[in-house]
């Protein structure tokens, strides 16, 4: 199995950026897809972007598409999340997650998922 840290939360002002990094420990990185999901107050978690094992793929909500970059880094077990021009509806606690399906297209269900960060809050101010 794969343990997963997520770092880089924080309080920023609309318009501002933040990266996110999720460090991953365990069996080997390369194996898994990654995901980054969210979770605001009273609300369900919702898929915000996810990039397949190699990194050729990558999928990204509608909600943050040309705003928010998914990378990953097998050398050092590492997938990042790039959010600029943040608004105060991305405030929310976000999760990393790993997926070890082989087969089949990246999945944007958070059941899906196998391994989960402890997340980290990420505020917008308005």
């Known amino acids: 199995q794969v343990q997963l840290v997520e770092s880089g939360g924080g309080l920023v002002q609309a318009g501002g950026s933040l990266r996110l990094s999720c460090a991953a420990s365990?069996?080997?990185?390369?194996?898994?897809?990654m995901g980054w999901f969210r979770q605001a107050p009273g609300k369900e978690r919702e898929f915000v972007g996810a990039?397949?094992?190699?990194?050729?793929?990558?999928y990204y909500a509608d909600s943050v598409k040309g705003r928010f970059t998914v990378s990953r880094d097998n050398a050092k077990n590492t997938v990042l999340l790039q959010m600029n021009s943040l608004k105060p509806e991305d405030t929310a606690v976000y999760y990393c997650?790993?997926?070890?399906?082989?087969?089949?297209?990246?999945?944007?269900?958070?059941?899906?998922?196998?391994?989960w960060g402890q997340g980290t809050q990420v505020t917008v101010s308005s």
């Open positions: 997650a790993a997926d070890d399906s082989r087969y089949g297209v990246i999945s944007r269900r958070a059941s899906e998922y196998d391994y």
């Open positions: 990039i397949s094992r190699s990194g050729a793929a990558i």
């Open positions: 365990g069996r080997t990185f390369s194996d898994y897809r």
